[in-house]
């Protein structure tokens, strides 16, 4: 097994309606972060930090909003927001279920040619 792939990164996300209520996301992935990676991500998104998380598979955040409003709201809105890629620390590693390799997790942003809001039960 190469180097990197003994190391895991965590993908940094979060979900906030137009009140500025938020809730935060960690995604454990197999292979060692870099800047440059993150500046992939950052590239693919639009505005350098926001994706429709329907569109690569990723987990999204509403429900823990839902939670505290008692389901959707006028204020919800399509997109979450990217925050960073780190390096996990041991307890994600033993905590979080790892979500694939970072590589590929990487190509699904780059892979997207324009977000698409309609894959959001948000998009208004």
């Not at 992939?40 to 505005?47: F, Q």
């Not at 350098?48 to 690569?56: D, G, K, M, S």
Request: include cysteine; aromatic fraction near 12%; charged fraction near 25%.
């Amino acid at each position: 097994m190469a180097k990197a792939e003994k190391r895991h990164s965590v993908f940094v996300y979060r979900y906030g309606d137009a009140d500025n209520v938020s809730t935060p996301g960690r995604l454990l992935l197999r292979g060692e972060c870099s800047e440059k990676l993150e500046l992939l991500i950052r590239g693919a998104c639009d505005s350098y930090e926001y994706f429709v998380a329907e569109q690569i598979g990723v987990p999204t955040l509403y429900n823990e909003l839902y939670e505290l409003s008692d389901g959707p709201t006028i204020d919800d809105i399509a997109f979450h927001e990217f925050l960073g890629l780190r390096p996990a620390t041991p307890d994600e590693v033993a905590s979080l279920t790892c979500r694939g390799k970072l590589y590929d997790f990487v190509g699904k942003f780059c892979s997207v040619r324009y977000w698409d809001c309609t894959l959001s039960p948000h998009c208004w």
